[in-house]
C-alpha cells in the first residue's frame, strides 16, 4: 500500500512540475466578423528579456527578412468558416498555416495550404494562397507573443514593443 501511495504522489508531483515548464503555452484567439468564424491556433512565446525582432547579425530571435512561424511550436493556424478578404484580397475558408516576415516597418502576412507542420522548417512558398502587407507600429512591452481580433476584422499581433495589425472583411 505505501509503495501504490509513494508512486501516486511522485506521479502528482511531475504532474505538476510538467503543468509549470510550458515555455511558450498555447492559445486561441477566436471571433466572429460579419458571418464567417475566425479562429486563429497559436504558441505564445515570451521576450525573456531578448531582442525579438531585429537583424539577424544582432542575434534577434526573429530576424527581419526572414519567414517566422508567428508564434512558437508548431505552426498558427488560421481558420476561418466563409471566404474572406483580407487587406482586400480575397482568402477561401478553410483552415492555412499563418507565417510571416517582419521588417523593420512592414511585415508581409503569408497564408500557407500547408497547416500542420512544426514551425517553418519544412515551410515552402509554392504552398502559400496569400501575401498581403502590414504596416509595424511601436506599442508598451509585451512580454508574451499575442494576437487578438475585433469584431470589426482587425487582427493584431502583439510581442515585445511591436504591434502589427491586418484586416478582414
Not at 505505501?2 to 506521479?11: G, N
Not at 531582442?51 to 517566422?68: D, H, R, S, T
Amino acid at each position: 500500500m505505501k509503495k501504490y501511495l509513494l508512486l501516486l504522489s511522485c506521479l502528482m508531483s511531475f504532474s505538476v512540475l510538467a503543468q509549470k515548464a510550458v515555455p511558450s503555452p498555447p492559445a486561441v484567439a477566436s471571433q466572429k466578423v460579419g458571418n464567417t468564424e475566425v479562429m486563429i491556433k497559436y504558441a505564445q512565446p515570451s521576450t525573456k528579456g531578448r531582442l525579438v525582432f531585429g537583424k539577424k547579425e544582432a542575434k534577434a530571435l526573429v530576424p527581419y527578412g526572414e519567414v517566422w512561424r508567428t508564434g512558437a511550436n508548431d505552426a498558427t493556424t488560421f481558420e476561418i468558416s466563409n471566404d474572406i478578404t483580407i487587406q482586400g484580397k480575397t482568402l477561401a475558408k478553410g483552415v492555412y498555416s499563418l507565417f510571416s516576415i517582419p521588417g523593420e516597418s512592414e511585415w508581409t502576412i503569408i497564408f500557407n495550404k500547408e497547416a500542420k507542420m512544426w514551425g517553418a522548417y519544412t515551410y515552402k512558398e509554392a504552398n502559400d494562397v496569400l501575401r498581403v502587407k502590414a504596416r509595424v507600429s511601436e506599442h508598451a512591452h509585451t512580454e508574451k507573443f499575442t494576437i487578438g481580433i475585433t469584431a470589426a476584422g482587425q487582427v493584431t499581433l502583439d510581442w515585445d514593443k511591436s504591434s502589427v495589425s491586418f484586416y478582414l472583411k
